[in-house]
């Protein structure tokens, strides 16, 4: 194990090993924040930025409904790809932390690899096999099956099904790695008190493998909204998310401004979110414990 | 229900829903291999014939090796710088106690949550704004840049594991011994946190070669495999995907293979 050294800022060990991250991560990724905060108080004209300082470009995302039925959508196929995660995932990772024991490491392997392989490539290859005269269809064929059995390219299943695809190894990670974690004492103390297989899961796996489901679900849910690459190619962007919107408003309309505006609603929507679900679980929790 | 059957029944799920993942999981890996030795030019089964053809196309391709070349000079560039600073965040946010520790950590780690695309957004509109004011224009090296922000906190995360498991009195032994601050790097730590640098410098180099969204945003006119794949495809199909795709998983899952077996060394 090692020890925690107390340091000084004035310690040129630490400052010379912590500065390359300030610097990184304030210069380009908390300054641009704030300079997109302080763009959403502009306007455009004739595609050109008017440094006007004056809320028309909020008082335009709060009267128009279309934007938030688009969060809405947006929200809603976030925490649906996030319950379809942990459902396939959780069997995955606690037979990766109990039982897969003897090729563990050639299931990580497998699974890692398909998970960092380039997205666009994977995605594009579901096209191929979702096609209407895909290999989905093609293979069902071969064995009997009417023709165009397989229809929901273009489809929001279709999306959905690439957001999982795309997402469900970041629960399959932080669920192996909290179940690993568990002491297994813990369990034969629950046989020896007489609970069964599922008394003692349901006592003592579940609610002590819960740090990695919330971390999964979290990141799950933040990264799914930002999602653009299985709306538009899977989804074939007939029902626009969120972050197809964006990119619109800054591609075709180039209104940097809304576009800002829209990014900055949609980031500290899906924060509140999150923050309203951990609470709720908190209070839960303090409730149980009186 | 007697404890070896429930056991057994605890076993099949197990394994099938494990079956079931790596199925789904390699669904779309497998129908790109696969028809990447398509003889025809559309993307319909059954297939024509079974050739090479489209290998041999991809290298006469020079938007394709293009795309590769940019791809590869980005993750090259990507891995070097993002190891190095994770690195040396990975070792302060474990081993040092310092006043603004929770904000260093959350400052390191916040990237990873943020969605690629909006991060991708934010900063074309931070390197719009510089570049009017410095005159540059998105390229390769904002790309890069991107590339970074993203990636340092994955490679923070995984040399953090390491240093976590690190034995600290070595490093008091060589000093004791008169080895120089530096010394002690170069001949103990460095050594000693070497499988986490190099399986992190191996995904930070995955993460970059594979990254779309900042890529998108970022890269000026530049393209590499991914948008030069996305914007393809938004236009139609062609043989030529399947095989690039073919070419870019072997070296893939070779990578893959050897941070495994660092990280169990």
Redesign the interface.
Known sequence: ?????????SDP??L???L???L???A??????I??FL?TFQRTKNFQLQWTWDLWTWSDIFSKPHYWTILGHTLFMGLACVALCLL??F??A???AT??KAIE?E???????????????????????LDK???AN?LLMEVGFPPDMVTFLYTDWATLLGLV?SL??FA?FTIYLSISNIDRSLILAAYDAGAG?LRAHWEITLPLCKPGIWAGS??IF??S?????EPK?LGGGKSPMS?EL??QT?ETRVN?PL??AL?LV??VVSIFIVLLFTRMISIKRAGLAS | MTATF?NRL??I???S??A???I??????F??I??SFQEGRF????FDGISLRWYGELFRNSNALDALWNSTIIAAATTIIAT???T??A??A???????LKA?QL??G??????????G??????FS?LGRAFNFNTGLITAI??H??YI?PFA?VIVAVQ??????TVEDAARDCGAD?WQVYRYVTIPLLWPGIFSAAI?AF??S??N??LTYSLAGSART???F??SG?AIG?SPL??A??TV??IP??LL??V??RLR?A
Not at chain 2, 24 to 29: E, H, L, W
Not at chain 2, 94 to 100: A, E, H, T
Not at chain 2, 163 to 168: E, R
Request: overall charge positive; glycine content about 6%; proline content about 5%.
């Open positions: 194990m090692s020890d925690a050294v107390t340091r000084n800022w060990a630490l010379l090993k912590a390359p991250t300030v990184l991560q304030t380009c990724f908390v300054a641009p924040l300079m997109t763009l396939i995932a069997p995955v606690y037979g990766l039982r897969f490491n299931i990580k392997v497998l699974i890692t690899f398909a998970f960092i392989t380039d997205a666009t490539l994977k995605i594009y290859g579901w096209v191929l096999f005269n895909g290999a093609f695809y469900s190894a399959i297989k979290i990141l933040l990264l909204v930002g999602a653009f690459l190619v972050a964006i990119r800054f940097w576009g800002a990014t949609l980031m | 429930e605890i076993d799920i197990l394994w829903s494990l079931a993942i790596l789904f999981f390699y669904i779309p890996i129908t790109l696969a028809f993307l319909t089964l059954p190095v600073i994770g040396m965040a070792i302060v474990v081993r040092y106690r310092f006043r603004g260093f400052l390191a916040a990237p990873l949550a943020f969605p690629q695309l909006l991060l957004i934010v900063l074309l509109l931070w704004v840049i991107g970074i922000v340092t923070t240093v976590h498991n690190f034995d600290a601050s995904f995955l993460l070669w594979g779309f969204y495999i991914p948008t794949i996305f495809i199909s995907y399947p690039i795709a870019v998983f893939g899952i893959v293979i941070a495994s169990r």
